[in-house]
């Protein structure tokens, strides 16, 4: 019996609940998880953004989750060509990704390849983008409400 190998990529930036879920769902359908922790200069050429925790933060965070079986700072903008390097049997997505443009073009180019992409419910009460926007109110000093 083969065993299956599984890629959870992300930021990983303020870590919180949702990133926790995606990475505990994937291990729940894998043998081996492989957790893609995406690289400053990936985040600033793909999303403008700017991470407030270091790659190497990041990594160290992520690599002491207990269903994380490895670490693997992905710094490759083309999801194939660190398919190449990693060899990963299925990749997993939160499913704000099903059915858009991006997501789509993504299953293509794997089944081409035999990967299958799994698809996660989104954690909706939490995201990094509501985090990052709370930190920067506060930096703005902004008086944030209680419960966000």
Known sequence: M????GY???AFDLFHIGHL???KHAKANCDHLIAGVVSDE???QNKGITPVITLAERMEIVRHIDFVDQV?????SDKLDTWEELR???FFKGDDWR????GERLEREFAKVGVEV????????TSSTRLRGALDALSAGARIPAGR
């Open 2 to 5: 083969s065993r299956v190998v």
């Open 21 to 23: 879920n995606i990475l």
């Open 88 to 90: 990963f049997d299925v």
């Open 42 to 44: 990936m985040l600033m």
């Open 118 to 125: 799994v698809y996660f419910p989104y954690t909706m009460s």
């Open 72 to 76: 693997h700072a992905e710094t490759l």
């Open 8 to 10: 959870a990529a992300g």
């Open 99 to 102: 059915g858009t443009e991006k």
